[in-house]
């Protein structure tokens, strides 16, 4: 799923270090969200949206695959 | 699990594995067993001990300390586990068919007999366990 994590991060001036921290992740989970390599649980969306304040829809893009 | 939580296990174990170097030592037994209690008790030890050491690395530093529970516990790393524990499970069935045909092969028929009694027994697991977390969740 694609998201706008990165651009919302830089966005408010902060590192991805800052974002772990908010997000008691790892840095490199921050990585892996901002390439879209791991897609987050519902409840780590909701606390990615909350940092960012901002809505789930806002950050994550829904694309619905190709039947 | 939290960090200091996972040093003590990490004591645990080493004290395991002490005790089997001394049951291996200071027990009667066949020169078999005490050299495979022996062994595992080293592995134990040694094992752990450098888990312990570099813990006490990580637990001196307070933030460090943070960043490695985090590690530890988040939820990629839960996923990441997960599923390599899944990939693991599924080579492992594939490895162990493909020696039953090999031991087949080889005119062994008791031993590739096992892989197959050993795959089905995991396959028959994980069709129950299937089965409880589908009613569970």
Known sequence: MKNRIEEL???????????????????????????????????????????FGTTIEEVFLFEEEPK | MSTKRRFVLYVIYAILGVALITVANFVNMSQS????????GTALLAINVIKMLRFRAILADQEKAREYDTRMTEERTVFLVRRARSIV?????????????????????????????????????????????????
């Open chain 1, 9 to 51: 991060r830089k966005l408010r001036g902060m590192t991805q270090q800052d974002l772990a921290k908010a997000l008691n992740v790892s840095r490199q989970s921050v990585i892996s969200l901002e390439k879209g390599k791991y897609n987050p649980s519902i409840l780590l969306a909701y606390a990615i949206a909350k940092v």
């Open chain 2, 33 to 40: 067993l005490q050299t495979y209690l022996a062994s595992f």
């Open chain 2, 89 to 137: 499970f599924y080579v492992s069935l594939m490895v162990q068919l493909l020696l039953a045909v090999v031991f087949q092969l080889l005119d062994q028929p008791v031993i590739s007999q096992v892989f197959c009694y050993l795959t089905a027994a995991q396959g028959i697991g994980y069709f129950i366990v299937w089965r409880y977390l589908d009613s569970k969740y």
